[in-house]
């Protein structure tokens, strides 16, 4: 089933979408986004995507809006800190010409995202991590920030009683927002940020900066990125295979699904975690691919604005 503006979905409060089970018809421009909460970071970025504007900049924007959001445990400001009590975040940025830029390990900047992209554009480098980001974030002009909320300090004072460490399919998982954008010009670009799995270890970085992990980029052929557990994806590349496949003739679901059946011929204990990759291709076409149920993702374009839930390979 396909739900268009027709139909009249568009424009409604969240509470309204309605859940669509195949990807609608391509068109361009688009923006997708991990999880439902991709909605409304998708909507900051429209206006100017929709009047001409670079996907690069769509796809930074609106990782900007959950990295703010201390609502959001998950990431930027108000993430769930490490074992030790530490906030780290992960980022990346690529765009349609293979320039990319990420930063790992960085504590006390509210946008990772924005740091990466300053990595790409005004250093020789790809990644910068640790106290070598934040040196170069401070100098850029970005402000130290206490990342550790209220909220989200006091749940691990909580967790710490026990500090048994098991993440929670679904719910952990919601660990990533990863965004891909195609602009009116026909460019692709993608981001991805995170504070990573909720009490992991300190030091501990995922798949999230990492190009052709949780994020890959090719302008001739398309873009993916994923969310779930980077242990996974890191073993597999993941988002590298899924472009692969699409170089290969692979439709974006198609693409998602092969890379998917990859980690289950290759990690024997996936069954207990969740990963789930979202792409697009030059066309406009757009699907995904998960290990468990549960996995979604936010699409906007001129038509839609809607919430499609993946398929999954239990």
């Given at each position: 089933?396909?739900?268009?503006?027709?139909?009249?979905?568009?424009?409604?409060?969240?509470?309204?979408?309605?859940?669509?089970?195949?990807?609608?018809?391509?068109?361009?421009?688009?923006?997708?986004?991990?999880?439902?909460?991709?909605?409304?970071?998708?909507?900051?970025?429209?206006?100017?995507?929709?009047?001409?504007?670079?996907?690069?900049?769509?796809?930074?924007?609106?990782?900007?809006?959950?990295?703010?959001?201390?609502?959001?445990?998950?990431?930027?400001?108000?993430?769930?800190?490490?074992?030790?009590g530490?906030?780290?975040?992960?980022?990346?940025?690529?765009?349609?010409?293979?320039?990319?830029g990420?930063?790992?390990?960085?504590e006390?900047?509210?946008?990772?995202?924005?740091?990466?992209?300053?990595?790409?554009?005004?250093?020789?480098?790809?990644?910068?991590?640790?106290?070598g980001?934040?040196?170069?974030?401070?100098?850029?002009?970005?402000?130290?920030?206490?990342?550790?909320?209220?909220?989200?300090?006091?749940?691990w004072?909580?967790?710490?009683?026990?500090?048994?460490?098991?993440?929670?399919?679904?719910?952990?998982?919601?660990?990533?927002?990863?965004?891909?954008?195609?602009?009116?010009?026909?460019?692709?670009?993608?981001?991805?940020?995170?504070?990573?799995?909720?009490?992991?270890?300190?030091?501990?970085v995922?798949?999230?900066?990492?190009?052709?992990?949780?994020?890959?980029v090719?302008?001739?052929?398309?873009?993916c990125?994923?969310?779930?557990?980077?242990?996974?994806?890191?073993?597999?590349?993941?988002?590298f295979?899924?472009?692969?496949?699409?170089?290969?003739?692979?439709?974006?679901?198609?693409?998602?699904?092969?890379?998917i059946?990859?980690?289950?011929?290759?990690?024997?204990n996936?069954?207990?975690?969740?990963?789930?990759?979202?792409?697009?291709?030059?066309?406009?076409?757009?699907?995904?691919?998960?290990?468990?149920p549960?996995?979604?993702?936010a699409?906007?374009?001129?038509?839609?604005?809607?919430?499609?839930?993946?398929?999954?390979?239990?």
């Amino acid at each position: 089933m396909r739900y268009t503006a027709q139909l009249g979905f568009v424009g409604v409060l969240f509470k309204d979408f309605r859940w669509a089970k195949e990807a609608p018809k391509s068109e361009m421009p688009l923006i997708v986004s991990t999880w439902h909460t991709g909605i409304k970071a998708n909507r900051a970025a429209w206006d100017d995507l929709a009047k001409g504007g670079t996907a690069i900049d769509a796809v930074e924007t609106t990782a900007k809006v959950e990295e703010a959001d201390p609502n959001n445990q998950s990431v930027g400001l108000g993430g769930r800190p490490d074992r030790d009590g530490h906030v780290t975040l992960d980022a990346c940025i690529m765009d349609h010409k293979g320039q990319a830029g990420s930063v790992a390990f960085l504590e006390g900047i509210v946008h990772p995202i924005s740091v990466a992209r300053r990595v790409m554009e005004k250093t020789p480098h790809v990644i910068l991590a640790g106290e070598g980001a934040k040196q170069f974030a401070l100098a850029e002009g970005f402000v130290e920030t206490d990342l550790l909320t209220e909220k989200s300090k006091k749940e691990w004072k909580e967790w710490l009683k026990t500090a048994q460490y098991k993440p929670v399919i679904n719910v952990e998982s919601h660990d990533t927002i990863g965004i891909l954008a195609l602009d009116m010009q026909g460019h692709l670009a993608g981001a991805c940020t995170t504070s990573g799995l909720a009490y992991k270890m300190h030091g501990r970085v995922g798949d999230s900066p990492i190009i052709g992990a949780g994020l890959f980029v090719d302008g001739e052929v398309g873009a993916c990125t994923c969310s779930g557990l980077g242990e996974l994806v890191l073993k597999t590349l993941g988002s590298f295979l899924v472009v692969e496949f699409m170089r290969q003739g692979k439709s974006p679901t198609q693409a998602c699904k092969k890379a998917i059946e990859r980690i289950v011929a290759k990690i024997p204990n996936y069954r207990e975690a969740q990963v789930g990759f979202v792409a697009i291709d030059k066309h406009g076409r757009h699907g995904a691919y998960a290990i468990q149920p549960g996995f979604e993702y936010a699409l906007k374009t001129t038509t839609q604005e809607i919430i499609i839930k993946s398929k999954s390979y239990l």
